[in-house]
């Protein structure tokens, strides 16, 4: 859940709260004053705080509706569709129907890493995650290395005579021979995001790849032509 949604729901619960008590005290208030026969500050002051609260509930509500929206937009669309394309027709013929993870499989995993997943890993993951004999086979591409590629990685950099540009929160989603690392930052910084190569045999990072998607597809292509 993104810090937009995280701030609307409080939002939405404060201008609810205090518009509730306000709209009480308004009404016991000017029932109050009702029966003297006058008018006060008090009716003032919780008739400005109810039309601030309910300014700050409807905008608050607008926002939460708005990035929920967008959101399950994102959420639905197929950040692998070419890569899928690409599988079902020159790699499933000779390898067979991919293997992927499942829902719990894949929470845990947002679970150890404490933040939410980019949603076009996740499809990865969902699509090709434990696909053990399939174009990935013998590279650590799977589901269950990500946690120790991610630890090796993070040995490294830590070692490493570079300068560490990266937080301490990343996912390192691929290696090859504890040589290679590819990984992105976490939090995730879109659901598509760039991912970078480090080379620890050269102690650098070698480039960064605009997205997760372009780096996957590129990697299968290349191991394509093996198989023919």
């Known amino acids: 859940m993104n810090k937009i949604r995280v701030l609307s729901i409080i939002g939405i619960v404060l201008g609810l709260c205090v518009g509730i008590f306000a709209g009480l005290s308004l009404f016991l208030v000017s029932e109050q004053n009702y029966l003297v026969g006058k008018k006060n500050l008090h009716m003032m002051f919780w008739g400005i705080l109810l039309v601030v609260s309910i300014c700050i509930f409807l905008v608050s509500l607008f926002y939460f509706l708005a990035t929920g929206k967008k959101y399950q937009e994102a959420k639905n669309f197929n950040h692998l569709k070419k890569t899928i394309e690409f599988h079902e027709k020159s790699i499933r013929p000779q390898k067979g129907v991919a293997r992927g993870c499942s829902d719990s499989e894949i929470e845990y995993l947002e679970k150890y890493f404490g933040f939410e997943l980019p949603i076009s890993y996740k499809q990865y ?68 995001p760039r991912v970078w190569i480090y080379d620890s045999e050269n102690d650098s990072y070698l480039e960064k790849i605009e997205s997760f998607t372009d780096f996957l597809f590129d990697e299968m292509k290349r191991l394509t032509t093996d198989l023919k």
Do not use: C, R
């Not at 090709?128 to 013998?138: E, L, P, T």
């Not at 990266?166 to 659901?191: C, I």
């Open 125 to 192: 993951l969902k699509f090709m995650g434990k696909d053990y004999q399939g174009i990935f086979k013998d590279q650590n591409w799977f589901i269950d290395t990500v946690i120790e590629n991610t630890k090796n990685l993070s040995h490294l950099i830590k070692n490493s005579q570079i300068e560490d540009k990266f937080s301490d929160d990343y996912l390192a989603f691929y290696s090859n021979q504890n040589n290679l690392f590819v990984f992105f930052v976490l939090p995730k910084t879109s659901e598509n």
